[in-house]
Nanobody, 125 residues
Framework: QVQLVESGGGLVQAGGSLKLSCAASGRTFITYSMGWFRQAPGKEREFLGAIDWSGTSTYYADSVKGRFTISRDNAKNTVYLQMNSLKPEDTAVYYC??????????????????WGQGTQVTVSS
């Protein structure tokens, strides 16, 4: 089973950037697609984007397309979320997860598992 630990969150001004990391344990990390999600207070967990096992294919939610970029370094067992042009509405706890079900692009929470503890991102106006 893969265990995940997110880091890199913090306080940033609107228009700024942050890069989140998701470190995975387990030798099978390289075989999994990975996803990033976020959850703001009082709201449901929201899909942001995902990356395939090789790092060559990504897809994103419309809300972050063009601003957020997902990448991975399988040698380091780490997935990244580069966030640019941040807005106050991007304030949330950010999570990474392992894609464990299905094939092809999916935004469904049920297709992901092994959630990390999350990292807080706060964007001030």
């Amino acid at each position: 089973q893969v265990q995940l630990v997110e880091s890199g969150g913090g306080l940033v001004q609107a228009g700024g950037s942050l890069k989140l990391s998701c470190a995975a344990s387990g030798r099978t990390f390289i075989t999994y697609s990975m996803g990033w999600f976020r959850q703001a207070p009082g709201k449901e967990r929201e899909f942001l984007g995902a990356i395939d096992w090789s790092g060559t294919s990504t897809y994103y939610a419309d809300s972050v397309k063009g601003r957020f970029t997902i990448s991975r370094d399988n040698a380091k067992n780490t997935v990244y979320l580069q966030m640019n042009s941040l807005k106050p509405e991007d304030t949330a706890v950010y999570y990474c997860a392992v894609r464990t079900k299905g094939v092809g692009p999916s935004r469904a929470l049920a297709d992901f598992a092994s959630w990390g503890q999350g990292t807080q991102v706060t964007v001030s106006s």
